[in-house]
Structures are given as C-alpha cells and as structure tokens.
C-alpha cells in the first residue's frame, strides 16, 4: 500500500515574523502531527521540493527536519527522504464522538461568585501599533537591556542552578532573590527585615490578595484612597469587608479622616496611584501614631519610587515602624517590565507563615527559573544600570510632555514630586473620559480615562491620565495636540 504524500502547500512562511524560517516549518508539523492532520507515515516533501516551494535554502529544510527527527516527530526514510514517525510523541487520546451534542450549562446559576466588580482598566494588547500611546505601566523595550537579560537567564539555566530550579520548592522562595532583596532593595527604601520576614508574589497584586485574605472578612473594616487602583478596591470588596474610600488631597490619605474601629489601611504613601502625590514626612508619623492609638494595620503599596529624577523619593512609610504595624508590599514589574510579575511583602515572621501557607494553596511558589534570573540581574547591576537609564530618559520626556500640556491648556490635577511616568489630566466639567478615550483611538492616541480609579462615582468621569513611559519622546507633543483638540470637539 503506497505512503500517503503530504503536499508542501500546508507549508507558509511569515516572513515578518520575529520566529525564524526553521522554527515556522517544525511548527508547522509538530501542530499538523498533533492535531491527526498527518498520520504516522505520511511522506512529507523533500528537502529540495520545499525549499524551493519556500523560496529558502535547502539547508534551513534540512535542519528543520533534522530537529523533527531528534524530537521523534519524523524519521529517516531515506538520505533526504522524511516521514512522520510511526509513534509521534502525541496524547493518542481521541476525542469523543458525542462531544459536539452536549447540551449547554446555565453557568450563572453554578458559580456561586462573580469576580467581576471592578470597571476594567482597558488596554489594548496592540498598543504598539498606535503612534501616540500615552499609556501608563507599559514598557520601551529600547531602554531595557535584553542581552543581559538572556545572559541570567542563561547562568540560571546552568547545571548547579537548574537542578535546584527544576525541583519544587514546595513553599520556599529562591534563596538568591531573598537575600538580594534583604540586602540591596529594602535598605535603599530604608527598611530592615530578615529572610523569614520575606514572601515573594506574582506581582504586587498577588502580594495585596494575599494580605487581604489574612486580613479582612465578613464583619471587617477596611480603608482605601479615593480614586484608588480598581484592582485593590475590588480585592477589599470581595473579602466581604465593609469598605470606606477617603478623598485624598495633594499630600496623599489625610490620617485625621480614618473612622474609628478600622482594621486595614491600604495606602500609596510614595506615589498615589493615579495622582502621583506623595504623602510627607510629617502626615506618615500621624497616620503611625493613628494606627498605634486604633490598633489598626497599614498596607503601604509602594511602587515607581525608582523613576526619581526629580528629586530624591522619600524613605518608604515602613522606614518609620517600629512595631511592625506596617505591611510593604514591592514589585520589580514597574522598574523591569510588567509582564514579569514578580514582588514581594514584607511583613512580621508569624504573618509570612500563613502567607506563605496560603499562597502555597494557590500557587506553590513564583517560577523558580524566573526568580533567579531576575537575582542575577539584580545582583550582577544591570537592574541599576536600566534604571539609571530609564531615568535619564523620562526626565527628557516629562519636560517635553510638561510643556506640551500647558501650551495646550490642560490642567495638570497630579504629576509625581520626584518624576514618576504619567500625568493625572483634570478636564473640562462636561468632559465625558470614556468617550474621549474611545474617540482618541481613531486619532491613534491611546490614554486611560480615570473613571475605574472612582469605583463609587455615578455619571461621567473628566479625569483622564497620560503616561509617557512607551511613547517615543518625539511623538508626545503631536499627541497631545490630538488629545486637546478631541477635547474642544466633545465640550463644545
């Protein structure tokens, strides 16, 4: 019985891709084997046939089909001869006949929650397209320093690193990180803790989940800023706590507003999110002294203290306790890149085991190849050579974004005292941000209105904010001249 012969017309190459020309033609038969397109046998085209289908080098074929066959996905059938192996490295499960005919499930009436309580903070995931992205939290990759980055990822991959990488590490953290962490990161902040004082999260959002779960219940009282991230709003509502938002003023979270019998203070004492406003010296010893006489505990979120060109950021709120009242919550997404996920809290020893127990039941620990990598990076300076270059480069383009702003009549509600890399925008009174927002995308301008950071507000939202961090420096002020004029057009 002849061999069926798989034609080179499933073959395509994206030569725009970032994916290199051997890795698209493995793609393409490993997808094809497991998904049963091509049975155990089928004679795939040869070396010569597809790289001239391809319009490549028979040597690029050649390798491709060579890593296939070291992968078992194809064999030998002859000097340049391939076919798909006779037992693929697949599943081999089937799938069911009658999966088609299963009957739909009234979902909303079996999950007994709805996580969905927070306005969505929406970013699109094609925002480098867009020629004027004022988006805050995202990255310029142009200041990041990517061939170090893959020389740690390539030390952790050693063999003395990757055997304990590649274990569990059940609840413990990498021991490289921690000890950096301890020992570089908390003192610039001027805190000092110790290893068992150390949990590290997926992110500073993981971090502030974690504490909340300790922390607050049915029953429980919590205290926000308002506006507030929505993420952490949504975290205190969903504990079940009674929640009371505090309008911050231009120096953060007034201590003297807190209500009596509060339990949890969530603050951005540094660098308030989304204002920028800083809390100073002398309002952190009140909100201290306000904690010590209610008995209640302090969150500090403290987070883009790096991005200070300015002036020098304050000591961290956590600096100042001496009773262990404060819980720091740190995040190396901001002054790296977001998608790492990577933070930490700092709270008393007997608080970290029960974190670390009920992080355990989420999700074991962070990837432990990822945690040493950004230990080396920490450690072997790069971290401080990127941030001294981010730096350097925001500060140009706060200056140039500054006076874009005011040439064009904007309100400026809050920008951060030491730097930071976004503006908090106040419109006209009639201004609706979620249209303008909308409306800007058709401009290719990308901003964020304000509206998720008021969780309790009815009606339209005039706040929008303006983050400089992924914008080229020369676009920023076309940008904003499309932002002002969108604005004269929906206030008329």
């Not at 033609?25 to 490993?30: D, F, G, L, S």
């Not at 505090?246 to 949890?264: C, F, H, R």
């Not at 009140?286 to 008995?295: I, K, N």
Request: charged fraction near 20%; hydrophobic fraction near 40%.
């Amino acid at each position: 019985m002849a061999l069926a012969t798989v034609s080179e017309t499933i073959f395509f190459l994206d030569r725009a891709s970032r994916i290199g020309l051997q890795a698209q033609i493995r793609e393409t038969v490993v997808s094809a084997v497991l998904s049963g397109r091509l049975h155990p046998g089928a004679q795939l085209p040869s070396t010569r046939k597809l790289a001239q289908y391809l319009n490549i080098s028979r040597i690029t074929v050649t390798l491709a089909y060579q890593e296939l066959a070291s992968q078992g996905y194809v064999e030998t059938a002859s000097r340049s001869s391939y076919r798909v192996a006779g037992n693929p490295p697949t599943s081999g499960l089937e799938p069911s006949a009658d999966e088609a005919g299963s009957d739909e499930i009234d979902w909303s009436s079996k999950l007994r929650a709805s996580f969905i309580v927070a306005k969505q903070m929406r970013k699109p995931l094609d925002w480098r397209r867009y020629p004027y992205p004022f988006l805050y939290g995202q990255m310029d990759p142009s200041l990041f320093d990517l061939g170090a980055w893959r020389d740690c990822a390539r030390r952790a991959l050693a063999r003395e690193d990757f055997e304990q990488m590649a274990g569990d590490f059940a609840a413990a953290d990498d021991v490289q990180l921690v000890s950096y962490i301890c020992s570089r990161t908390l003192p610039s902040r001027g805190i000092r803790a110790s290893p068992d004082e150390i949990l590290v999260t997926v992110g500073a959002q993981n971090a502030l989940w974690i504490v909340t779960q300790l922390l607050l219940r049915q029953g429980a009282h919590a205290v926000c800023e308002n506006p507030c991230h929505p993420d952490m709003s949504a975290s205190l509502r969903l504990s079940g706590a009674r929640v009371s938002a505090i309008d911050v003023d231009k120096e953060g979270l007034p201590p003297e507003t807190i209500p009596a019998g509060v339990d949890a203070v969530f603050v951005t004492p540094s660098h308030h999110s989304p204002t920028g406003a800083t809390m100073p010296i002398e309002r952190r010893t009140r909100l201290l002294t306000a904690a010590a006489e209610q008995d209640f505990v302090i969150i500090e979120d403290d987070y883009e203290f790096e991005m200070s060109f300015l002036a020098p950021p304050s000591p961290a709120l956590k600096a100042f306790d001496r009773s262990g009242r404060v819980f720091y919550i740190g995040s190396f997404s901001k002054s790296l890149f977001p998608g790492l996920r990577l933070g930490y809290l700092v709270a008393p020893a007997p608080v970290i085991r029960e974190a670390r127990a009920l992080r355990a039941l989420m999700l074991r620990h962070p990837p432990g190849h990822l945690q040493r990598t950004a230990a080396y990076f920490l450690a072997l300076g790069h971290h401080d050579a990127v941030l001294h270059r981010m730096r350097g480069e925001y500060h140009r383009r706060h200056i140039v974004m500054a006076e874009a702003l005011r040439r064009e009549g904007f309100t400026i509600a809050g920008s951060s005292s030491f730097g930071g890399t976004s503006f908090w925008i106040e419109g006209p009174e009639s201004l609706d941000a979620d249209l303008l927002m909308s409306e800007l995308k058709q401009d290719g301008v990308l901003i964020e209105s304000g509206s998720p950071f008021f969780p309790e507000a009815t009606g339209q939202c005039r706040f929008f904010r303006m983050g400089y961090s992924s914008i080229p420096r020369n676009n920023i002020d076309e940008g904003v001249t499309r932002t002002a004029a969108r604005v004269r057009q929906l206030v008329v």
